[in-house]
């Protein structure tokens, strides 16, 4: 077997490895694309049909100029600072948001899920309105959420986490529903033999069964966390954070595209990185079940 | 009938089992099944596929309620002796819990009954040396063979001493040879603690070696055709090749082919 440090670090290197091919993928490909369409006058080669995308500098900057905005430097109030790192300080104050959008949502969604698994009518009664609850746009929650908040006097970071959390619940409550079902009768009817209280049944066997079933779930709740921040945000007309970045950014594409596409990239790597440390608490809550293969 | 005034370990009281009463669906699994397995005793239900046999093992363990009659275990209704903790059960895949440790799931019923980490840990390690796993505690399931994992699951049975061990198929997914081998083990393992076994299986010889008694099954509805007392003494790797396990072999077999169930 291979030593469990030198597997971490070879993973380590995988994973650097593997991101940095896929943004050189994406970085030449969009330079592929945007130099096809400049050859062919925006058409598909050949032919007189217009490309999907148009390929000029304000659709489509440069990728080297998307990277050079990102040393460049932006004011922040007083000071002056590259525009990668605002885009951090704005991502920390986001990141804070989602975190909690994170939480609750996935508290809120096992609570659900061991509601629905508790009393069939409550799943039947549940299901589809959570299912409809997705349905509902963003854009026009967001505003409602916001205006109630204020009424009841709430910080609007609160009403933020509370967008956020409406799109985390979701995927947790119904991948838990599926992990708290997941074990055999076998193992259902063991617990039923010792007599096993439901709440018993419900630690010691459902809610362990249910964890490889959670993990994914908790990643696309991650990165919905983020979207639903920087929805929040930008709905709001926060002060601060990157949705408040990107709608500036927004307001003056037309004139500077760079950095538009800088604050969205910046919101990618948060998102990213929200997954990462999910993807690393798996690895450590799920490990001892794993690595152990003889 | 109980000798000498004791009580019998299992008693079955003109028990039918009736699938989705009242529906379009109906399966009558059992009918007038009448039973009484004496405590200490190895008996062994065998019959065709579908005659009922994990059916009456789960009514005996009150995972099932029947339509017809009734069940006491040691003098309690079976319900009561299910919420007594008092049945230890082991079914065809071990069923053990993949995210504990070997150590851990024997200890689960344990946890159950609120025994105190250091008696659990002592337990444990008493079991594992019993079902001869000892070096095996501190791993994951997934690490063991498929018979080192029913051993575990029996030990997990065995480990808070149930007066009733109920176990359907339990070897049904091994191979021959550590089939027999385990075979070896739980009856050394019966005769060191002296419980009641109740066996399900579809294997002949498995039924001729263990049991003091079988009942054969006759199906659609699950019937008793007859119970065959075998009496072949201590049983030792040697018991396979003794005319009389044979003999026993041969009389169960008959049973079977009259009730139309071949091994
Ligand atoms: N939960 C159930 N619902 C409906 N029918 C069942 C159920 N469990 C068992 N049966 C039926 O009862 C009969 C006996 O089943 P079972 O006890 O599993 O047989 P065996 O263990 O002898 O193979 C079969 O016809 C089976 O289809
Ligand atoms: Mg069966």
Redo the contacts between chains.
Sequence with gaps: MIPARTATATKVIRTVVTTALAILVIVVLWEGYKWMGQQTGGNWPGTGIELPVSTDDIIMPHAADIAAELVSDIRDGRSTLPLSVFLLKKAWFTLQEAAIGFFLGSAIGIGLAVLMLRWRVAERGLLPWINVSQTVPLIALAPIIVTWGRNQGMPDIVSISLISTYLTFFPVAVSALRGLQSP?S??V??M?????PWR?TLF??RL??A?PYLFPAFKIAATLSVVGAIVGEISIGTKTGLGRAILEFALRYAVWPERLYASVIGAAALGLFVFGMISMAERLVLR??DE??? | MSSGGEVPAVVVDGVGMVFNEGTGGEVAALDGIDLTIRAGEFVTLIGPSGCGKSTLLRLIGDLLTPTAGGVSVFDKSAHESRTGQDYGMVFQHAGLFDWRKVKANIELPLELRDWSKTDRNARSAEMLDLVKLDEFGDHYPRQLSGGMQQRVSIARALSFEPRLLLMDEPFGALDEMTREHMQGELLRIWGETGTTVVFVTHSISEAAFLSNRVIVLSPRPGRVHSIIDVDLGERTPDTREDPDFFAAATTIREALRSVGGAE
């Design positions: 055999d076998a193992h009817e063991l039923r033999s010792y007599a096993a018993t010691k066997l362990p069964a964890r001892r079940t152990v293969v003889a």
